[in-house]
Structure formats: C-alpha cells, structure tokens
C-alpha cells in the first residue's frame, strides 16, 4: 500500500505517444494515397488531348473524338486504277436500214395535158405521178387531142422513179389518112333529157352517127369544130362548125372505146 503522500505519475505523456503515432500513420497513409494519383510522366494520349481545331466535330463522329483515320493505301498501279474506274462504254446500235424508196412513176411530156395509159389502164394526164403501178414489163401509151399516139414499152422497177419523158409527134393529118379512116363505137347520145343508143361511124366521108333516134346525123370532117374526149367521165364531145353540140358515152367499163375512136378520127380529120 502506496503511502498518501506519494506522488501519482502522470497519465498524459503516454497518451500523448499514442496520439503522435496516429499522426505519423496518417500522414504516411496520405502520402502513398498522393503518390499513386500523381503523373508518371508518360505521354497523354492524343484521344485525351483537346482538339486544336475550332471547327465542330462531325455529326458522324463523337464530340469527345478527334481522332482521324488515315486513308487506305490502293496497291494498284495509276494504269490499273484508270483502268478499273473507266466505265465501259455501251455499245452503239447498228444504224437502222433506211425504208426502200417508194416504188413510182412519173410521165412527162412535150404536150402538157396528155392522156396516159398504163396496159390500157387510164392513170391521168401529164404530167403525172403515180404509185398504183405493179413492177416489170408494162405498155405505156401517151395521147393527146390533134397529134398521133406514143406507144411504148417500159420497164417499171421495184423500188424508186420509173421517170419517162414523151415528145408527141406533130399532127400528120393527110388526104390519104382521111380517105384510109374507117372506125366505128357504139355509143349512147346523152339528150338534155334522157338518151338514145347507136352506132358512130368515122370514114373519109366524115361522121355518121347511125340510130333509130330522131338524132341520127352525118357531118363531114372540114365541118368538125371541137372534138374532144374526156376518159374520166367517159365522154366523148362532138361541135359542128357554128352549129350543134353532141355529147356521147359508151356503156363499157371504161372510156377505152371512146378513146380509140377519137384516136383514129382525130389523126385523120384536116386543121
């Protein structure tokens, strides 16, 4: 048993130790914590580096990102790159083949106004064009009032102009031809009412127009003013000299029979 008047040692000094080595730790514990966060000097990464650019960032491209791809290198050579990129050109179509010409024929002649007859087919008057005609061999026949026929023989082709040019001989209107004529067509005489039928005959004499009809006449050629054919609307016309007018037509299919009596007699009758 201690005695009263001893004196206690005192109890602050070892807390005091205690509170100094919790210090110390402390502080040792904030410096590895300060060690390990500090840069260790390695490079920064371009990727955490700010852009140097003031341009906005592409919409395909994060914000955050400035990095850029760089472009791919292309192994081929200039020549095979050219060679790659040009596109082939599309072939040209063969030129079409024109139509072939239309086949046609063209009579001319020396006589506007001429009669023109293909195998005594009428086609016209000259000068004339037409394509109702048929390729090959063919008889053209050319007539006009007052002057002789040209009869020819052509050859029409396929395709294109069959182009003749006629020179109609002069009249050649003699004695002799007149005394030689002898032609004959029956014919219908068109009244201002109605018509009457018969026979119109053509000799050296002159005209004879030959019916039971009232109508029936004779008129010699030098008295014969007008006498004209029209082979569309198959007349044939007939004026005495300061006198009386007749119209005739045919009953045929065509005015071919009125065309050649005209023919004949007008070849032969005097100027």
């Given at each position: 048993?201690?005695?009263?008047?001893?004196?206690?040692?005192?109890?602050?000094?070892?807390?005091?130790?205690?509170?100094?080595?919790?210090?110390?730790?402390?502080?040792?514990?904030?410096?590895?914590?300060?060690?390990?966060?500090?840069?260790?000097?390695?490079?920064?990464s371009p990727s955490a580096t700010a852009p140097t650019s003031d341009a906005p960032?592409?919409?395909?491209?994060?914000?955050?990102?400035?990095?850029?791809?760089?472009?791919?290198?292309?192994?081929?050579?200039?020549?095979?790159?050219?060679?790659?990129?040009?596109?082939?050109?599309?072939?040209?179509?063969?030129?079409?083949?024109?139509?072939?010409?239309?086949?046609?024929?063209?009579?001319?002649?020396?006589?506007?106004?001429?009669?023109?007859?293909?195998?005594?087919?009428?086609?016209?008057?000259?000068?004339?064009?037409?394509?109702?005609?048929?390729?090959?061999?063919?008889?053209?026949?050319?007539?006009?009032?007052?002057?002789?026929?040209?009869?020819?023989?052509?050859?029409?082709?396929?395709?294109?102009?069959?182009?003749?040019?006629?020179?109609?001989?002069?009249?050649?209107?003699?004695?002799?031809?007149?005394?030689?004529?002898?032609?004959?067509?029956?014919?219908?005489?068109?009244?201002?009412?109605?018509?009457?039928?018969?026979?119109?005959?053509?000799?050296?004499?002159?005209?004879?127009?030959?019916?039971?009809?009232?109508?029936?006449?004779?008129?010699?050629?030098?008295?014969?003013?007008?006498?004209?054919?029209?082979?569309?609307?198959?007349?044939?016309?007939?004026?005495?000299?300061?006198?009386?007018?007749?119209?005739?037509?045919?009953?045929?299919?065509?005015?071919?029979?009125?065309?050649?009596?005209?023919?004949?007699?007008?070849?032969?009758?005097?100027?």
């Open positions: 048993m201690r005695s009263l008047e001893e004196p206690e040692a005192p109890r602050g000094r070892g807390l005091l130790w205690i509170l100094l080595g919790i210090a110390m730790l402390g502080g040792l514990a904030v410096w590895y914590v300060a060690d390990r966060s500090a840069p260790t000097g390695r490079p920064v960032p592409s919409s395909n491209v994060p914000p955050s990102s400035t990095e850029r791809n760089a472009p791919a290198t292309d192994p081929r050579t200039p020549v095979e790159r050219a060679a790659r990129s040009t596109v082939p050109a599309r072939p040209m179509p063969p030129p079409a083949t024109p139509p072939p010409a239309a086949r046609e024929l063209r009579v001319t002649s020396d006589v506007p106004g001429a009669y023109v007859f293909l195998d005594r087919k009428f086609l016209g008057t000259t000068p004339l064009t037409s394509r109702d005609v048929t390729p090959g061999p063919h008889q053209l026949n050319v007539q006009v009032e007052g002057r002789p026929p040209v009869v020819r023989s052509v050859d029409i082709t396929p395709e294109g102009v069959t182009d003749i040019a006629v020179t109609l001989p002069a009249a050649a209107s003699t004695p002799a031809a007149a005394a030689a004529l002898a032609a004959e067509v029956a014919v219908v005489h068109q009244h201002a009412v109605g018509s009457c039928e018969g026979t119109l005959r053509a000799s050296g004499d002159g005209l004879r127009y030959e019916t039971t009809h009232k109508d029936a006449f004779s008129l010699p050629l030098a008295q014969v003013e007008t006498f004209t054919i029209a082979y569309t609307e198959k007349r044939l016309r007939l004026k005495q000299r300061g006198g009386r007018t007749w119209n005739f037509t045919t009953r045929a299919a065509t005015a071919d029979p009125l065309f050649v009596f005209h023919r004949d007699v007008d070849a032969a009758r005097p100027r």
